[in-house]
């Protein structure tokens, strides 16, 4: 009785089907739109940019001209273009997070999952040297090294921060793939006598895959911001732009002193909105990660509305 009623009724299996779907896949959240349309911006400007623009090194005779219909974000002190400075500065920039965030993905999953899955001594070894990494500070032995070399490329100061910045994700994925290697399916996968590199591949790693994005996403903020720190400190990559070359260049030009907005402005505001764009993508994967967090941020928010609905109404019960 039951099975004929549901299949002589289309119009409801029709509104079933979608709310299971709904159930399923976890929907994208305002936080995640919103950050990959600011990403995704950014990143076709670094992209597209200086095809369109003029060279960021071309010299004119005349300097720190406001906005224009010429150089729509002025010039520099030496009447070079900011705009094109911008388009090039956000390719670096981007270049450099892009080369670090494969970098410490490859090194924090070879010492944390493959040493995590390995076992034995294998883990051991590779626990102590991810422990050795994670107490050096960073950026200090950034700021050594980096004052040792006097000609430094992109890839030298993106080895650099990439060297110092993966045994924290190391350490994140090494206590994952610990819980994962003594699950029901992995051990059967051994008891089945599959070969170790296919249970790792095949078992494992699928798992990871969130929790590698989420440390990659990581990874790229810590390389941009760091290096902005560092250009700006005066150790940057030599003949490149990136943000933090532009905001050293502008503190040597005496930009905020003269008044200059349109010189220093430009890449802080990309900095600042580009790591908000990853810092949106970030929370988004936690949350689909881990959906107990995304419950308790949907129940924290009806809390707040309720409360702010309660007060309203004590608000009208005190008139």
């Known amino acids: 009785m039951t099975l004929t009623t549901q299949a002589a009724d289309p119009a409801g299996a029709t509104l079933a089907e979608p709310s299971r779907r709904r159930r399923s896949l976890p929907p ?46 002025g010039t520099t002190q030496t009447g070079q273009d900011v705009l094109a400075q911008l388009a090039h500065a956000t390719r670096g920039s981007l270049t450099i997070g892009a080369i670090v965030g494969v970098l410490t993905l490859l090194l924090s999953a070879f ?12 883990d051991e070894a590779f626990s102590l040297f991810t422990n050795i990494m994670l107490v050096i500070p960073g950026l200090p032995l950034v700021i050594v090294i ?12 993106a080895l650099v921060l990439s060297i110092t910045g993966w045994a924290g994700s190391a350490r994140v994925l090494r206590g994952y793939t610990l819980s994962l290697r003594n699950r029901d399916y992995v051990i059967a996968s051994r008891v089945a006598g599959e070969k170790r590199w296919r249970v790792l591949t095949v078992e494992i790693l699928p798992n990871l895959i969130p929790l590698l994005a989420s440390q990659v996403v990581f990874a790229v903020i810590f390389a941009i911001l760091g290096e902005a720190g560092l250009s700006y400190l005066g ?68 809390g707040w509305r309720m409360s702010r609905q309660q007060l309203a109404k004590a608000k009208e019960a005190g008139l």
């Open 111 to 122: 010492f944390g999952v493959v040493g995590a899955y390995a076992g034995g001594w294998v």
């Open 235 to 302: 150790l940057g990559a030599s003949g490149s732009f990136t943000w933090g070359t532009m905001l050293y260049y502008a503190q040597n030009g005496l930009a905020l002193r003269l008044g200059a907005w349109w010189w220093f402005v430009p890449p802080g505001l990309m900095l600042a909105l580009f790591g908000a764009a990853l810092s949106l993508i970030n929370f988004s994967i936690d949350e689909i990660i881990n959906p107990r967090l995304r419950d308790q941020t949907r129940a924290a928010r009806r």
């Open 28 to 73: 994208m959240t305002t936080k995640l739109a919103i950050g990959l349309t600011l990403g995704g911006l950014i990143l076709l400007f670094g992209l597209l940019g200086p095809y369109v623009t003029q060279d960021p090194s071309l010299v004119h005779d005349y300097g720190l001209t406001g906005p224009s219909g010429a150089h729509w974000l």
């Open 146 to 157: 980096s004052s040792y070399v006097p000609d430094k490329s992109l890839w030298l100061v």
